[in-house]
Structures are given as structure tokens and as C-alpha cells.
């Protein structure tokens, strides 16, 4: 476990180090595109596999972990395809520019790499794993420092994303290799139907989580332009680095810890008020320093002209507080097995911010209300998903 959250503590600071550079020099419109493709690429990319990836380490043997890695890859290479004659279509129609055609490449290397990565956590080589993100990190920040930076090829930004995940993916290769040896259609296709429930139940409630967290900055983008939805990229990715690497880490000692409980008590609330508590305390601490100094914290860091992004924090603060809550209380719903009653609340969240985002283009028609009504209607949801897990805690529904 330390291997792990070290190697993702660094792999996530690494594109942090240069990301004040990237914006400092491709500015707010050319920044804004290039988060629109990055979220394009991380939604796409994580879900072109169907979460067939996912059913690698649930795999009863080794041999059918080896053939959902290799029918991933078959999945991957008809999803480029998709992808690409969709790309082409839209910059046919001149909806965009000729740099998206790397996307679907980009999309196929991660989801590759993803893959791959999983297969490696089944075997339970950790340092490799671990090792694998600080490379996939490290050389996407010095791709995009060169490009950017060094020669001034603002495109560049985009070609670091894939080099970063082929690199990454070579070096899982060369320490965990694979062969193409008894991989034939006839397995494929029986290994597909022994896993379809990963497609078939996981897929579609992955689908929405994704299609409603990163709604908003889609909204923003077509509604006011690429540069809002940079504000707006900037202001999430930044405070979200506290529940990516404390909220967490919280989680993973959270699970071993309810676990712990159930076999004892039969239940897991007495860690779950626990962990929840301290969480909240730590994030209205945390959340509200960065309110106070978003404003200078943004100059000093991205340069002048983010003070749009430092604004968009400070009106996001409510759903950031109860976000860090729920990331490491969130694996209780798994724990109770309350799946379907998680799929139900990933609906409720879709519609409610759907419906709260078209009530704000409706009614007041400006960047900042679609940031406010993101803000409440994502918090509203976040907070019945720390009811729902309180809930699920109770001896009697476990």
C-alpha cells in the first residue's frame, strides 16, 4: 500500500510542477482546449474498455486474467476506430481542428495502459506498478515542457498525453511480458460471456458518474467558449489535488478498518463516524484557507489572468468540502454491498445537475451562475451520498 500511494502521490504531482508554466504561456483559450481534450481523453479513455479492465483482478485464474487483458485490446482497437471516423466527421464539419485526430490514439494508449496496469495488480508486482505511473507522469510533464517551453510548439501539450501512456506501457511490458501464447477467438469469446456483467451492470453506471462530473465543463465551453472552460479545468483540477492524494489515502486505511468491523460488530459505523468526522474537519479547515488565498495563490503560481479560475474555486468551495468527505467513505456502499442503491444515486446526480444546469442557462444565462448551480446541485448530491452510506453502515442491511 505504501508502494502504491507513493507512486500516485508522485505521479499526480509530477504534472503539477509544470502545469504553472503551461498556463503562463498557451493562456486562457488554448489552455481551455487543451482541458477539454484532456477530459475528452480521461472519459473516453477509462471507459473504451467497457470495464471489462475491472473483471482483471476479480479473474478466478491467471489464464483469464491474460485473456480480458487481450479482449480489452480487441475492444480498444474497434473503439479507435469509432472514435477516429467520428473525429474526422466533426473536423470535416469544422468543429474542430485537425490536433483532435491524436485523440483517439490517445484514448487507445491509456485505456491500453489502464489495462495493462490492472493485469500487473494481479500478479501483485506493486513497485512496477507503482514505478509505471511515475513514468507515465514524468515523461507527459517533460513532453509537454519541451514542446511547450523549449520550442514553443503549443500543440505539443497534446502529443506529451500519448508518449506519456506509450512509455508507460512499454516499461509494464518489459517487466511483465506477455505472449500472445493460447489466446484464440474461441477463449475470447467465451471469457466475454463469463464477464459480461462487467459491461452489462458496471459500464452504465460508470457512464453516467462520468457523463455528470464532467458535464459542466462541457456546458461552459459551449455556452461561453474554450477559455471559461479553462477557468474552470484550472479551478477543479487544483483543489481537487486534496482529495486525490489525502482523501484518499484516507480511504485505503478506511477499508481495511470497516472490514476490521464488520467481522467484530456485525457493523461499520463506529469507523465510518469516525472517518467521516475527521474528513469533514479537515476539508472546512483545509477548503477554507484555500477560499481566503485563492486569489493570490493563483497569481503566483499560473500568472496574471487566472483570477476567473481563483473566482470559480471560491463559488465551487461547498461541493470541494464535500467532495474530500465522501472519497474516502465511499467504498461503504461496496462493503454493503448496495450497488443498485449506488447506480440509483449516480441517476438521481444526473438528472438533478442536468436539471440545475438548464434552470441556471434558463434563468440567468452567465458563466458564473453555471458554476454556482454546478456547485449546490453537485453538493445537494454528494451530501445524500454520505446519508446513503451512513445508512448502509446499520448492522441489519449488511
Not at 494481479?122 to 515542457?145: D, P
Not at 488565498?293 to 503566483?300: G, M, V
Not at 481563483?310 to 465522501?326: G, W
Amino acid at each position: 500500500m505504501v508502494k502504491l500511494v507513493t507512486g500516485t502521490v508522485i505521479a499526480q504531482l509530477l504534472p503539477f510542477l509544470v502545469l504553472p508554466l503551461l498556463t503562463r504561456t498557451m493562456g486562457a483559450e488554448s489552455f481551455g482546449v487543451y482541458s477539454l481534450f484532456f477530459t475528452t481523453m480521461i472519459m473516453l479513455g477509462t471507459l473504451s474498455a467497457f470495464r471489462f479492465d475491472h473483471a482483471i483482478n476479480a479473474a478466478k485464474t491467471a489464464l483469464h486474467s491474460k485473456l480480458i487483458f487481450f479482449l480489452c485490446i480487441v475492444i480498444n482497437i474497434f473503439a479507435l476506430i469509432v472514435i477516429l471516423l467520428c473525429i474526422l466527421l466533426a473536423i470535416g464539419l469544422d468543429y474542430l481542428s485537425n490536433i483532435w485526430l491524436i485523440l483517439p490514439f490517445t484514448v487507445f494508449s491509456m485505456s491500453i495502459n489502464q489495462s495493462y496496469y490492472l493485469y500487473v495488480n494481479s500478479t501483485g508486482a506493486f513497485g512496477v506498478m507503482s514505478r509505471s505511473r511515475i513514468i507515465n507522469s514524468g515523461v507527459c510533464a517533460l513532453s509537454q515542457y519541451y514542446f511547450v517551453i523549449v520550442i514553443n510548439y503549443q500543440d505539443g501539450v497534446f502529443w506529451g498525453l500519448l508518449i506519456g501512456f506509450v512509455i508507460s506501457t512499454f516499461y509494464l511490458y518489459v517487466r511483465i511480458p506477455l505472449s500472445k501464447k493460447g489466446i484464440t477467438s474461441a477463449r475470447l469469446i467465451f471469457i466475454f460471456k463469463r464477464y459480461v456483467d462487467y459491461p452489462r451492470l458496471v459500464f452504465p453506471g460508470s457512464f453516467v458518474n462520468f457523463v455528470t462530473v464532467y458535464m459542466p465543463i462541457y456546458v461552459v465551453s459551449f455556452l461561453f467558449g474554450a477559455a471559461q472552460a479553462g477557468y474552470y479545468s484550472l479551478a477543479i483540477r487544483v483543489a481537487g489535488v486534496p482529495t486525490s492524494l489525502v482523501g484518499r489515502s484516507i480511504g485505503e486505511v478506511y477499508r481495511v478498518r470497516a472490514n476490521e468491523e464488520i467481522k467484530e460488530k456485525g457493523n461499520f459505523k463506529n469507523i465510518f463516524m469516525k472517518v467521516a468526522s475527521a474528513s469533514l474537519l479537515i476539508s472546512v479547515i483545509g477548503f477554507s484557507i484555500l477560499f481566503i488565498f485563492s486569489l493570490p495563490l493563483f497569481e503566483l503560481v499560473f500568472g496574471e489572468g487566472w483570477d476567473e479560475a481563483a473566482y470559480y474555486v471560491q463559488l465551487l468551495i461547498p461541493m470541494f468540502i464535500l467532495q474530500f468527505v465522501t472519497a474516502p467513505i465511499g467504498y461503504s456502499l461496496m462493503l454493503a454491498n448496495w450497488q443498485k442503491q449506488e447506480f440509483y444515486w449516480q441517476i438521481f446526480r444526473f438528472v438533478f445537475v442536468s436539471a440545475s444546469l438548464l434552470c441556471s442557462f434558463v434563468l440567468i444565462k452567465t458563466s458564473e451562475s453555471i458554476v454556482v448551480f454546478a456547485s449546490l446541485s453537485l453538493s445537494f448530491s454528494f451530501l445524500v451520498y454520505i446519508l446513503l452510506c451512513y445508512k448502509c453502515t446499520d448492522a441489519e442491511r449488511i
